[in-house]
Each structure stands twice: as structure tokens, then as C-alpha cells.
């Protein structure tokens, strides 16, 4: 068990230092590597992970869907979205404050990223919902939680790192994402009616309640590019015709035709998507070699067996086990970033959740889950500083209004453990089976 502490040890001044992750943890996989098997041809493994890792057509499926969302982050897409949803939502209690969530959700779909979802939904509906008189806590608490989606809606940058990482396939686990990111929605959506029923004031009562048939198709012509898109997508990747690498180039090329055709894409800003999306993805790219180097040099040590082994000496119940695992990535969540928390654990994790009978793209939503909570868990919750940037409001205002999503989105994380079907039907048994 001294490997086990020194590796947790390294692990811990990593947290506290100044170090890029990608390069802090391949330097605790050299460090621990050398400390317990010194003969050890260490380097080439590293340059084996390196190459491996950053050839695979996973990475460059990644890098597209970024860049498709740099490319759609600076158009017209956010206002078509709003105009689009309002003649839909505005009978339902709380009115627009639905376009927050319905938004985020169709964005996600397209987008990915969990602060990009955040940040262009919110640089539209935030400024229209004060405008027209709306609750301004609930506006910001809806926005926050909704705009983690981006990471659960497919195609999701944290399903595919995951994927790789785990060594599942990435189609299987964007098919796991759909019912649960779209579950999780409809909680918001219903929170935000019982809510609206309780508290008059949430919504104005002066909102316009009937559109004509003449607006409603006009909506439906606003957000026609977006479901476009995202139908496109779609059938490309799950009719068979196209792998998710292939699919993330038809929906970089869609967004830059959305973008064409709204006159909304400067040679400029196609510059500042791509030099975006590549620092990005440089960054991304970096970590996720870093984690399988790590994650290699402690399988040679049998850590995360060790560690199996003291935990299921302790005879722990699944539920009990990932009731554990929610408490410690949600305090994990107060000091770390999403993507450092999921290459940082998987290796130690992984192992326990399938010895207690859970499959890997269970575990990959579960993850992504509890890296949503981290994006809106104070003090490094980006969701958060995302929200701040549009507001001006206080951190603590923001997360306490985002404190309720906060709960659903908790909870839902232990009902998937009691019914794992929730996310494995659809992968396992639909499209997959046979």
C-alpha cells in the first residue's frame, strides 16, 4: 500500500501547485514508476501513450465538435433559439424562464462544451428575461444548471475523453447520454412550474399568452437550422452512415453554412473558432495523455486492485458504494475542475464501480454527472463564473440560486444507481443488440 500513498500524496501537491495537469500527471507516472520499479523502460511506454493516444480517430472527433462549437458560439444561433422556443413555453407556469433550460438543451446537442452551452444561451435569455420582469435569481439558477448539459447531451467532449480513457466506445456512450440529459431537463423544467405556481411574481403577468398561426411558423423557421443540424448529426452517426469522427465534420461543416447563411461569420471569427478551438484541444489533448501514462504506470503497480481490495474488504452494497463515490466527487468538486477530477480518478475508480456489478458507460454518465455538479459546485464551479461574467452578481448569489438544479441533478445521480437501466437500455439493448 506505500505506492497507493505516495501516488495519492503526488497527486495531492499536484492540486496545490502550478503545474499543467496534463504534464503533473505524467510526471507522477514517471516519479512513482522510477520510486517502485526503477528497471522499468519507462520512456518508451510514455512515448508509446503519447503516439497511441494522440493518433486515434477519438481525438480528432473531439477537436471537430470543438471547433464546431467556436464556430457556433459566434453566431446568430442563441437569438434564433429564443425567438424560436418563446411562442411554445410562454402558456406553461414560468413562461419564458423555460427558454433557459429547452436552450441549453438544444444547444447542447450540438455544442458539447458545458460553458459554451452556458455562455451563448445565457448572453440571450439573461438580458430578455430581466428585461421583460422575470425572477432574476431563478433566471441565473435555471441557467447554470441547464447549461451543464453540454456535457451529458451528445456529442459530449466529456464522453469522449471518458471513452477513451475507459476504452469504450464512444457512439455507445453518446447513446447512453440522450434519456437521462433529456430526464434531467424536464426535472429543471418541472421544478421551474412548481416553483412558478408557489411564487407568483416569477414570471410577469402582462407576458403576451397567444400567438398567432403566422409567428408560431416563424419559430418553427428560427429554429429550423438548429434541429437541422442536430438531425443531421443524428442520422449520420446512429443510421450507420458516418463514425463520430465523420459526423463531427458534417456538423463543422453545418455551422459554418448556419453561419454563412446569417451572414454572421467573419473571416475573423472563423480564424478566432479555429485558434480556439485548437488551444483547446492542445489543452485536452495534453491531460488525456498525461491520465494514460498515469493510469498505465498504476495498473504495472496493481494500485487500483489494492485499493479494490481494501474497498471490497469493507463490504459495501453498490448503492452504498456509489453513494460514497457522489460525496467524494462532490467534495472533489469544491477544489477541482471537471476534467481534472475524471482523469485523475478513473484509474482508481473504474475498477470499483465494475466489481460492484456496473458497466462502463453506466459509470461514463454517472462521471459526467458528477463532473456537471462540479461545474456548478463554488469555489471553482466555471458555470458559475460564466453566469457572474453575464450578471455582475456575486459567486454566493449565483450559487445559491443554483442550488436547487444543484439537488435534482444530485439526486437523479443516485436514482440512476438504483435503476441503471435508465442508461444502459438504449446502448445495450436497441441499437446495439444482437
Not at 10 to 20: D, Q
Not at 132 to 160: E, K, Q
Not at 364 to 381: K, N, R, S, Y
Not at 386 to 399: F, M, R, S
Request: charged fraction near 10%; proline fraction near 4%; hydrophobic fraction near 55%.
Amino acid at each position: 500500500m506505500v505506492s497507493v500513498y505516495v501516488t495519492l500524496l503526488l497527486l495531492s501537491f499536484i492540486l496545490g501547485s502550478t503545474v499543467w495537469v496534463g504534464l503533473g500527471l505524467t510526471g507522477v507516472g514517471v516519479a512513482v514508476i522510477s520510486l517502485f520499479r526503477s528497471s522499468m523502460p519507462y520512456i518508451k511506454h510514455l512515448g508509446f501513450s503519447i503516439w497511441s493516444t494522440a493518433t486515434t480517430p477519438t481525438m480528432i472527433a473531439l477537436v471537430l465538435f470543438v471547433f464546431m462549437a467556436e464556430i457556433l458560439f459566434r453566431t446568430k444561433l442563441s437569438e434564433l433559439i429564443f425567438s424560436g422556443l418563446a411562442p411554445w413555453v410562454n402558456r406553461i407556469p414560468g413562461k419564458l424562464m423555460h427558454t433557459n433550460v429547452l436552450g441549453c438543451t438544444l444547444f447542447a446537442a450540438v455544442s458539447g462544451s458545458s460553458a459554451a452551452t452556458a455562455a451563448t444561451i445565457g448572453k440571450v435569455t439573461l438580458t430578455e428575461l430581466d428585461k421583460r420582469g422575470y425572477d432574476h435569481r431563478m433566471s441565473i439558477g435555471s441557467l447554470a444548471g441547464a447549461g451543464t448539459l453540454g456535457f451529458l447531451i451528445p456529442p459530449s467532449t466529456m464522453l469522449i475523453i471518458y471513452g477513451v480513457l475507459a476504452e469504450e466506445s464512444v457512439l455507445k456512450l453518446f447513446l447512453a447520454g440522450f434519456i437521462p440529459g433529456l430526464i434531467i431537463s424536464g426535472l429543471y423544467m418541472f421544478y421551474i412550474v412548481f416553483y412558478s405556481l408557489f411564487k407568483k411574481d416569477v414570471a410577469p403577468k402582462e407576458e403576451k399568452l397567444y400567438f398567432t398561426n403566422r409567428e408560431k411558423l416563424k419559430s418553427i423557421i428560427n429554429l429550423g437550422p438548429i434541429v437541422l443540424l442536430i438531425l443531421l448529426m443524428m442520422v449520420a452517426m446512429y443510421g450507420g452512415y458516418a463514425t463520430p469522427t465523420e459526423a463531427a465534420s458534417v456538423g463543422v461543416l453545418g455551422s459554418l453554412l448556419i453561419g454563412f447563411f446569417q451572414r454572421s461569420l467573419s473571416f475573423k471569427a472563423i480564424k478566432d473558432a479555429l485558434m480556439s478551438a485548437t488551444r483547446t484541444g492542445s489543452m485536452i489533448g495534453l491531460i488525456i495523455i498525461g491520465a494514460v501514462f498515469l493510469s498505465e504506470m498504476m495498473g504495472f503497480l496493481r494500485i487500483p486492485d489494492l485499493l479494490a481490495t481494501k474497498i471490497a474488504a469493507m463490504n459495501l452494497s453498490p448503492i452504498a458504494l456509489i453513494s460514497l463515490l457522489l460525496i467524494f466527487y462532490i467534495f472533489l468538486g469544491c477544489i477541482m475542475e471537471g476534467l481534472s477530477i475524471l482523469v485523475m480518478t478513473l484509474p482508481i475508480t473504474l475498477p470499483l464501480v465494475l466489481q460492484a456489478g456496473y458497466s462502463k458507460i453506466w459509470f461514463g454518465i454517472f462521471m459526467v454527472i458528477v463532473i456537471e455538479l462540479a461545474q456548478i459546485t463554488p469555489p471553482v464551479g466555471f458555470n458559475l463564473y460564466i453566469i457572474q461574467g453575464l450578471t455582475g452578481d456575486n459567486i454566493g448569489y449565483v450559487a445559491k440560486a443554483t442550488l436547487p438544479f444543484f439537488i435534482i441533478m444530485a439526486l437523479f445521480a443516485i436514482f440512476i444507481a438504483f435503476y441503471p437501466e435508465v442508461v444502459t437500455y438504449i446502448p445495450e439493448h436497441i441499437i446495439f443488440s444482437g
